[in-house]
């Protein structure tokens, strides 16, 4: 199996990670996420989108809580300390302006398409883009 590296800044830190990532042995419906398709960092939270959802982490990756199960998420982007938006399979786009921590604080957002998003870039609270399939 290939093994993709990827380099993220973070407040003019270099962290290079495995793509293959586990969140540390995490089971959802008794499969276990073995693979993170992208981390963002915010703070002293820890978040990770998976094929399984969004999941989040805030003892440096101890243990992850579920903020939104079933559907594939590719990319997470945080516009400030409270600002994010997650992307992924069939068009979802899941939008946090209080941080993200609790499960509560994502909500969908409609976008017209069921075409999987891949990444995005958020260049304020309220202007993005996407990238589809």
Same mark, same amino acid.
């Given at each position: 199996?290939?093994?993709?590296? *990827?380099t993220?800044f973070?407040?003019?830190?270099?962290?290079?990670?495995?793509k293959?990532l586990?969140?540390?042995?995490?089971?959802?419906?008794?499969?276990?996420v $073995?693979?993170? $398709?992208?981390l963002?960092?915010n703070?002293?939270?820890?978040f990770?989108?998976?094929?399984y959802?969004?999941?989040?982490?805030?003892?440096?990756?101890?243990?992850w809580?579920?903020?939104?199960g079933?559907a594939? *998420?590719?990319?997470?982007?945080?516009?400030?300390?409270?600002?994010a938006?997650?992307?992924?399979a069939?068009?979802?786009? *899941?939008?946090?302006?209080?941080?993200g921590?609790?499960?509560?604080?994502?909500?969908?957002?409609?976008?017209?398409? $069921?075409?999987?998003?891949?990444?995005?870039?958020?260049?304020?609270? $309220?202007?993005?883009?996407?990238?589809s399939?």
């Open positions: 199996m290939k093994s993709l590296s *990827l993220t973070f407040f003019g830190l270099c962290f290079c990670l495995d293959n586990e969140l540390n042995g995490t089971s959802v419906r008794g499969e276990d $073995n693979f993170v $398709n992208v963002a960092v703070g002293t939270k820890i990770g989108a998976t094929a959802g969004l999941y989040v982490s805030t003892n440096n990756g101890t243990s809580t579920t903020q939104s079933g594939t *998420l590719n990319d997470i982007f945080f516009v400030g300390a409270s600002t938006t997650a992307v992924g069939y068009g979802m786009i *899941l939008r946090t302006t209080i941080g921590e609790i499960r509560t604080a994502w909500t969908s957002q409609l976008n017209g398409s $069921n075409k999987s998003l891949q990444s995005e870039f958020l260049i304020g609270a $309220n202007i993005g883009m996407t990238v399939e």
